[in-house]
């Protein structure tokens, strides 16, 4: 008997302990699949969550993009009997509130907190505020330049370093284009602040000319240059053009003769007043010869 059950004992024994072997790896098994499984559950119901979020969000901003081209559109329509400068002015401030309000609520959407954000743009404002003063600068003379409108779109202005028709006023710079058709972008503060000539604002403008009638007689000169002065289309009757004596010296005599125009035609006028009197007097010049 002890002979016949000492294989069946030991082959007992051999199971037992290939069942005990094995049963630590299939726990790992099943903790690993657990924890996979877990896992897969929490990224299904978190991409639940944020995908729709997150289509939200690009809708909104989809969204807010239209906005911003549809307002612009019936602000500029709306104001299209508005002045020029003042009506650009509105319609960038028109887009740049629609964007903010689009943006805000696009990370409402993803569940960020705004009022954290503002908290955080508020504290880091004085930082920004530092690093940016030249911009802020350029901002608040942008405003006092809509407010106060020392020129218009379409004026002609000359300033330090600039010359030519204002063709827009934004936020933080105004755009000039040149008589060569060249557009100039000049930051707001530098305007604001520094001289500024603006030949349009008054709609009229005096033409000044020096003359050297060398040794000729003053009174006939004089009767023929405002005789040139009165035939030309563009010189304004009322007020009439003036020629005065400006300097006399022992070898030659300087007249100014004084056409007004309207200022648009300034260039016009100065050109081809100087070229007629440079003409009149060749040819009297010619007939004393």
């Not at 053009?241 to 005599?253: A, F, G, Q, R």
């Amino acid at each position: 008997m002890t002979n016949y059950q000492l294989p069946i004992d030991m082959t007992a024994i051999g199971t037992f302990l290939q069942i005990a072997q094995s049963l630590p790896l299939n726990a790992e098994r099943i903790q690993a699949m657990q924890v996979a499984q877990e896992l897969t559950k929490k990224s299904v119901e978190l991409g639940f969550k944020i995908v729709p979020q997150m289509l939200w969000a690009i809708g909104i901003l989809l969204i807010t993009r239209f906005a911003i081209d549809l307002a612009g559109r019936v602000t500029r329509r709306t104001l299209s009997r508005t002045e020029a400068t003042l009506r650009k002015f509105l319609v960038q401030a028109a887009e740049i509130v629609i964007l903010i309000v689009g943006v805000v609520a696009a990370l409402n959407q993803l569940g960020i907190q705004t009022t954290s954000v503002v908290a955080v743009v508020g504290a880091a404002g004085l930082a920004i505020g530092l690093a940016w003063q030249n911009t802020l600068s350029h901002f608040a003379a942008g405003v006092m330049l809509i407010s106060l409108r020392p020129f218009e779109v379409g004026d002609a202005i000359e300033a330090t370093d600039v010359k030519g028709v204002v063709d827009s006023i934004g936020i933080f710079s105004t755009t000039v284009v040149t008589d060569d058709r060249i557009k100039i972008i000049v930051p707001n503060n530098n305007l604001f602040n520094g001289t500024l000539k603006n030949t349009t604002a008054m709609g009229t403008r005096r033409v000044d000319l020096k003359i050297d009638i060398g040794d000729r007689p003053i009174r006939p000169m004089m009767a023929e240059l405002l005789e040139i002065a009165h035939s030309h289309p563009l010189v304004l009757e009322n007020p009439p053009p003036t020629c005065l004596v400006i300097e006399i010296t022992p070898d030659t005599t300087i007249l100014s003769l004084r056409p007004w125009c309207a200022s648009v035609a300034y260039e016009q006028v100065r050109s081809q007043v100087q070229e007629q009197v440079k003409e009149a007097m060749n040819a009297n010049k010619n007939q004393a010869q």
